[in-house]
Structure formats: structure tokens, C-alpha cells
């Protein structure tokens, strides 16, 4: 097969799917890992694709769920600094809500010597978390969900109305000015639901990538949070348009020695 047609399947592939692996792509078109690397370095200067490691990804569809294990491995200095910031929101004594995303293990890592309640759905923070003696753990169960290594489905909803929290730093798909906060996927969107009406004070971690765009499932509207803590400056439509809201804007800036945060 001709490299030009090759990475043209690749195209059609990623469109549909989203996301792929190197592993995958290399059996399924009977060339060397390294083949595939140089495709799809090529496509991301292209403007394509998102490199990580392993694999490759894109943000564009609604029903775009990007599979852990390329998640894990991208912008991971955006939310190490996006968990610091959280660190500084969290206070010993709280009960807190993490849910199934990435940044939220991140936020696990940076809250491990701190004198809390964790309640999660994920299984990554379960393990991380799991013998610290200076934190109360409390699992979420439901349906396992090995794609995203967490517990999703009505049974987690149910579960979380035994708890009240008092702050929950949840992840998204998507933010769009129009269309509110979104998710991929409907179960993902119930839980996250269900922490609104059971959280004092609601957090969404949001890296860059994620402003600006909609995805299949309406979480919820602007006014129901407290903050967006998120790893770069947002544009002054942003800025205006959370103050009107009354949502604070917290910025994590990996590549500044100081956080900072304002309110709008």
C-alpha cells in the first residue's frame, strides 16, 4: 500500500473514531510501529491530529471519547499545574468529590498529605489514594467500566445521593459559551449531574483544549458552578461572558513559578 493511501485511512479511521493507537494501526496495515509514528507526526504538523504517547487523537465530533490511555499521556504539565491550583482551593478537613478524569488524578497526587474525605468513582484514584492513612476514602461503585477504569451507570448516581460534599472538582468534554458544559458520554454526564445537587461548591478542571466546543451530552449550565480552574488566560468573551455568570476563573499556568486567580 502506497504511504498516501495508507495515511488516508488513517484519516478516515481517526475521524470515526477519534482516537487510535500505534499498536492497532500497525497490525491493522501491516507496517512497523515506526512507519505509523512518521504518519502521524506528519498528520499532526499537518494540523490534523494530537500526538501522545502510544498514539493519536482529535477533539472535533461530539461523540468524541478519547480512550484512557492516550488521555493519560497528554498535556500532563497542564494538569499538574491545573491540580496545584486545586490544592490551594482544598482545605484539611474537607470532603471532596473526584471523578473519573485524568486531571482528577492529578489532583489526587497533589492532595495526597492533606487531611481529607475522597469520594471517587475511579478506579486510578482508588489505587493512588487507596493506603494513605491521612485520607478517608470512599468508592463509588456501579458498572466497571475498563475503557476509563471508573464505575458509571444509575447505581453510581444512586450511590451519591447517600453524600452531601463540600467541593466537587469534575472534568469535561467541552465548553461552549451557546451550549453550556458537555460530555461525551450520557453515563459520564449522570454522575457528573448528580454532583451538582450534591456538592456545597462545584469546580470544572479544564485544560485549553476544551473552550470553544460541544459534544453529545448537556452536563449543565454556567450558573450551577462555583469555578473553572484552567491552565491558560481565557479571551475577554470568556472573561465577560463567567463574570455575568458569577463563576470564578482560577488560572494554572504551567509555565509561570506563581498561580494566580481572579474573579471577573
Known amino acids: 500500500m502506497l504511504a498516501i493511501t495508507r495515511k488516508s485511512e488513517i484519516r478516515d479511521l481517526i475521524l470515526e473514531k477519534k482516537s487510535v493507537t500505534v499498536t492497532e494501526l500497525a497490525k491493522l ?104 492513612p491521612n485520607i478517608h476514602l470512599v468508592c463509588i461503585g456501579g458498572n466497571y467500566t475498563p ?33 453550556g458544559i458537555t460530555d461525551s458520554l450520557e453515563s459520564v454526564a449522570a454522575v457528573r449531574q448528580s454532583l451538582i445537587e450534591r456538592s456545597k461548591e462545584v469546580y470544572v478542571v479544564a485544560d485549553f483544549s476544551k473552550f470553544d466546543k460541544t459534544s453529545f451530552i448537556h452536563i449543565t449550565d454556567f450558573e450551577h458552578i462555583t469555578g473553572i480552574i484552567t491552565d491558560r488566560k481565557l479571551s475577554i468573551q470568556w472573561l465577560d461572558f463567567l463574570a455575568k455568570h458569577n463563576v470564578e476563573i482560577y488560572e494554572a499556568r504551567s509555565d509561570q513559578p506563581e498561580n494566580k486567580s481572579w474573579n471577573p
Open 29 to 132: 496495515f501491516s507496517v512497523t510501529e515506526e512507519t505509523i509514528r512518521r504518519d502521524l507526526k506528519q498528520m499532526e504538523g499537518e494540523g490534523f491530529l494530537i500526538r501522545t504517547y502510544g498514539g493519536a487523537f482529535i477533539q472535533d465530533g461530539v461523540e468524541n471519547n478519547v480512550d484512557l490511555s492516550l488521555r493519560e499521556t497528554t498535556f500532563i504539565k497542564s494538569k499538574q499545574a491545573i491540580a496545584n491550583r486545586c490544592r490551594q482551593i482544598i482545605h484539611n478537613g474537607d470532603s471532596i468529590f473526584l471523578d473519573s478524569s485524568t486531571t482528577a488524578l492529578a489532583i489526587a497526587k497533589a492532595v495526597s498529605d492533606m487531611r481529607l474525605t475522597v469520594v471517587t468513582n475511579s478506579l486510578l484514584v482508588v489505587n493512588e489514594l487507596c493506603e494513605i
Open 147 to 179: 475503557r476509563d477504569k471508573a464505575f458509571h451507570g444509575l447505581s453510581t448516581s444512586a450511590s451519591l445521593t447517600t453524600y452531601y460534599l463540600d467541593k466537587t472538582f469534575m472534568s469535561c468534554r467541552s465548553l461552549s459559551m451557546e451550549h
